[in-house]
Every structure is written in structure tokens, then in C-alpha cells.
T-cell receptor, first 112, second 111 residues
Framework: GENVEQHPSTLSVQEGDSAVIKCTYSDSASNYFPWYKQELGKGPQLIIDIRSNVGEKKDQRIAVTLNKTAKHFSLHITETQPEDSAVYFCAALRRWRYKLIFGSGTRLLVRP | DTEVTQTPKHLVMGMTNKKSLKCEQHMGHRAMYWYKQKAKKPPELMFVYSYEKLSINESVPSRFSPECPNSSLLNLHLHALQPEDSALYLC??????????FGPGTRLTVL
């Protein structure tokens, strides 16, 4: 069935360091991969996404990479700041489907 | 306007109560969603409306009843809920089938 595995479940980094979160998907028909940031008591916020025809996408301090052959995609946050502390979810979406398949989440803590 | 709004922010109800959650977006999105999120878990899809028609029901119990009065509004009617239904209920919308934008959620407690 459709499944997205996300690692690590928790990640603690020093302010200014980089953070990397990795996801693996099972459905080879998936073609859209968003990342959400969820702060305590708030709804998930779409922070970056990538489509299957692109290998990498950057937006300031965040970037996402996609390896379609290996069915891996990763979120990279550089120069982390305390306000980056949150739970991050990856997800995958199959073409012509509405249902996002979410990873289990990564709790990122950025220590000042 | 680039956001999804939800009311109320918090709701406490008894198991015999009837209440409704409301969601609104003015981004011209044609798909609207209800998700349920338990603590420390990812969101779980409940319902999808596409062009104001129910497109997906993820086998949700009938005590949850969705309604889409028009392309900007989405309601979730609640009746005879159980304590295990306590959760964060998220509304979301999207223009196409991707770039799903979530609202802030309604924190529901069932006593």
C-alpha cells in the first residue's frame, strides 16, 4: 500500500547548524512531495514542495531534494534559528489523487 | 486573501450535544478538505469536496456529517461524539490536487 517513512523522529541541532530530514515513499506513481511545518497549537504550514520532474528546489534557507529512482526526498534547513523549532511532516501525493500520504513527523529542536 | 479560516478555535461538547465546525477560504480553491489530527500524529484525511460535491469519505463514522454550502464554505456537523473523537480538526483547501493549504484548526474536546 501507500506509505511514507520519515526519519529521524526527533532532531536536536545547535543554532546555526544545518538540519536534514529524510523521507522514503513506496508508491512509484507519486509525483508531488510537500513539506509542512507545524508549530505548537497551529495548523500545518506548507513551506516547500517539489514535483517529480524536478531534482532540487531552494527557497532561501530551505531546500528539498528528490531522488525518484531511490524514492527518497529530503528537507534541508541551513543556518537554523530557534524559530525553526517545530514538527515537520513530509508527504507524497499520487497523480490525480486528493489524498496526501504523510510521514510520521520529525520534531526539530534548535538550541540557542 | 491567502488563508483558510476556521471557527471556533476551541470547542468543548458533551456526548449528547450537536455542534458545527466552520471553515472559509477566499482563494478560489475548488477542493476543500477535513482532516483530523491526534496528538503527535500526522493529519488523517476525513472528507474531500471537489467543486462542492463530496468526492472522498474515508469511512468516517456517520456522527461526523460534512456540508459544503458553496465554493468558499465548508462545515462539519458533529452529533453524539465519543471522547476518543477529541482531536484537532483541520480544514484545508487547494486549487488543484496539490498545494494543500491548512487552516489553524479547531481543538475539540468531547466530555
Amino acid at each position: 500500500g501507500e506509505n511514507v517513512e520519515q526519519h529521524p523522529s526527533t532532531l536536536s541541532v545547535q543554532e546555526g547548524d544545518s538540519a536534514v530530514i529524510k523521507c522514503t515513499y513506496s508508491d512509484s506513481a507519486s509525483n508531488y512531495f510537500p513539506w509542512y511545518k507545524q508549530e505548537l497549537g497551529k495548523g500545518p504550514q506548507l513551506i516547500i514542495d517539489i514535483r517529480s520532474n524536478v531534482g532540487e528546489k531552494k527557497d532561501q534557507r530551505i531546500a528539498v531534494t528528490l531522488n525518484k529512482t531511490a524514492k527518497h526526498f529530503s528537507l534541508h534547513i541551513t543556518e537554523t534559528q530557534p524559530e525553526d523549532s517545530a514538527v515537520y511532516f513530509c508527504a507524497a501525493l499520487r497523480r490525480w489523487r486528493y489524498k496526501l500520504i504523510f510521514g510520521s513527523g520529525t520534531r526539530l529542536l534548535v538550541r540557542p | 486573501d491567502t488563508e483558510v479560516t476556521q471557527t471556533p478555535k476551541h470547542l468543548v461538547m458533551g456526548m449528547t450535544n450537536k455542534k458545527s465546525l466552520k471553515c472559509e477560504q477566499h482563494m478560489g480553491h475548488r477542493a476543500m478538505y477535513w482532516y483530523k489530527q491526534k496528538a503527535k500524529k500526522p493529519p488523517e484525511l476525513m472528507f474531500v469536496y471537489s467543486y462542492e460535491k463530496l468526492s472522498i469519505n474515508e469511512s468516517v463514522p456517520s456522527r461526523f456529517s460534512p456540508e459544503c454550502p458553496n465554493s468558499s464554505l465548508l462545515n462539519l456537523h458533529l452529533h453524539a461524539l465519543q471522547p476518543e473523537d477529541s482531536a484537532l480538526y483541520l480544514c484545508a483547501s487547494s486549487l488543484a490536487m496539490s498545494e494543500v493549504i491548512f487552516g489553524p484548526g479547531t481543538r475539540l474536546t468531547v466530555l
